[in-house]
């Protein structure tokens, strides 16, 4: 097992082992969310409040479900590289980041699109929606901070330290905010817990979220591919491989 | 660890420099005399935006002086020696902070009474905002010190904090005005208060860890 890790955290291994599975979860997402798009789009039956309106939490409860687990794992990888210094857990720091702003602006331009036949506006101050913002401003502050510096290690140590304030911050900002003001919807999925919608809604819900979660792995890979790629630029077998292709 | 002769150096180089120490106070007065020629000078409005205004100007004004937190000791070199000493980073780190905030937060906070009645803020109410202000500024230095501590080493460390400190901040703003705005209303206002010092324990006993962490970050390189 520890012989293994080890070898994980080799970048050369590592690249190989990401060329290799990286277009498996690619292809394998595809497949899952094209099948949980045809099971929220065609399948599930329309809201008796929202008619057909509901149907974009298909993209905006897996992207905000996304943006939240995202930055576990950042702060996770954080961790794990400041206390064992391992470079390859601070390169998914950072590679993990840009996506995982991506998908908070996504659940934040999806949640907005909904709000406005069903709010009558794009944006209010709620509680969830406020957070999820601000939970983009830390991503951004990380990412200001991780390309602030010229040497790239004290970048990725300097940022790892933000993650992890930020990671004791966020329930504290989430529940401050909330308790502030809230005008979101309840949620209304629990895993295994009693759900307010019935199955034909939230098997594809759940269905889209395990196809988010393959095209995360996907493209985490990849762009640890490209981190690696860049931050052993120096070395022998990254020039023998540029020299091979 | 000599605690009192720390202390007495910090206040005393902070002396040396008082013109920089009037550089957040002056801004915090600026920064609340914006809001009247924004929104209007209806007193009714005033009164009712008093806390949140008086809150935001603080929370700026206390950035502002973040950014000299380890400046000049990094610049000249007496950090390091602080890294070398013998007695806990952390304990040093706290110190420092504390310091940090006597010479630019409590003057906010006394300011913060001032004006405050000039944007009509109800005088019964005062004691609850300056509590709220006196709990809520120190987790203010704490995370801002986080944020200079990270960027301590970089030149343009100036756009860069706020950026990083200020998502941070959401909720001591969010109690802190709540403390401010119930008590205007005649509510009570406990239960924001006592969110208030439950952050500033937090902050006391965890930040200082994230702050030590930072520099030896930021003077490894």
Redesign the interface.
């Known amino acids: 097992m520890f012989v293994w890790f080890h070898k994980l955290a080799s970048p050369p291994y590592f690249y190989r082992l990401a060329e290799r599975i990286a277009p498996w979860f690619g292809w394998l997402s595809l497949i899952v969310m094209l099948a949980g798009l045809y099971g929220g789009l065609w399948l599930a039956p329309p809201d008796y409040q929202q008619g057909d309106g509901f149907r974009i939490m298909y993209v905006h409860v897996p992207s905000a479900w996304m943006s939240l687990f995202i930055y576990v794992v950042m702060a996770v990888a954080a961790a794990i590289g400041l206390i064992w210094r391992m470079k390859l857990a601070h390169a998914v720091s950072a590679a993990a980041a840009p996506l995982g702003a991506s998908f908070t602006f996504l659940a934040l331009a999806t949640g907005s699109l909904w709000g406005k036949p069903m709010w009558g506006t794009y944006w209010v101050w709620d509680a969830r929606l406020t957070s999820e913002l601000v939970l983009l401003f830390l991503y951004l502050g990380y990412l200001a901070l991780n390309h602030a510096f010229e040497d790239q290690r004290t970048g990725d140590r300097a940022s790892a330290i933000l993650a992890l304030v930020g990671i004791v911050n966020v329930p504290i900002i989430h529940y401050s905010v909330k308790w502030w003001n809230t005008l979101h919807q309840g949620p209304t999925v629990f895993f295994g817990a009693r759900a307010d919608i019935p199955p034909s809604m939230y098997i594809p819900l759940f269905i889209m979220i395990i196809g988010f979660m393959l095209y995360f792995a996907a493209f985490i890979l990849k762009r640890l591919q490209v981190e690696v790629l860049q931050r052993e630029r120096h070395t022998a077998w990254v020039r023998e491989l540029v020299e091979r292709s | 660890m000599n605690i009192a002769a720390l202390v007495q150096r910090d206040l005393r180089l902070a002396y040396r420099r008082r013109g920089e120490l009037a550089t957040p106070v002056i801004f915090f007065i600026i920064v609340t005399a914006l809001f009247p020629l924004a929104v209007g000078s209806e007193p009714a409005l005033l009164r009712r935006l008093a806390p949140g205004v008086i809150w935001v100007a603080a929370l700026l004004a206390s950035l502002i002086g973040q950014d000299s937190l380890f400046k000049s000791d990094y610049e000249d070199g007496s950090l390091e020696q602080t890294l070398l000493s013998p007695a806990p980073l952390e304990g040093l780190v706290l110190l420092r902070v504390f310091t940090h905030w006597l010479v630019t937060g409590l003057p906010l906070v006394i300011l913060a009474v001032l004006l405050a009645l000039m944007l009509g803020y109800p005088t019964g109410a005062m004691g609850v905002l300056v509590l709220g202000l006196l709990l809520g500024t120190p987790v203010l230095s704490f995370l801002g010190a986080?944020g200079a501590s990270?960027?301590v080493?970089?030149r343009?460390s100036g756009m860069?904090l706020p950026?990083?400190v200020?998502?941070?901040t959401?909720?001591v703003l969010?109690?802190g005005a709540?403390a401010g705005e119930r008590a205007a209303l005649g509510e009570p206002a406990a239960a924001p208060v006592y969110?208030l010092a439950a952050?500033l324990v937090?902050a006391v006993t965890?930040a200082p860890f994230?702050i030590a962490?930072?520099l030896r970050?930021?003077l490894?390189?």
């Open positions: 986080i990270l960027t080493g970089l343009r860069l950026i990083l200020l998502p941070l959401v909720p969010i109690f709540a969110f952050m937090l965890l994230a962490g930072g970050i930021s490894e390189s």
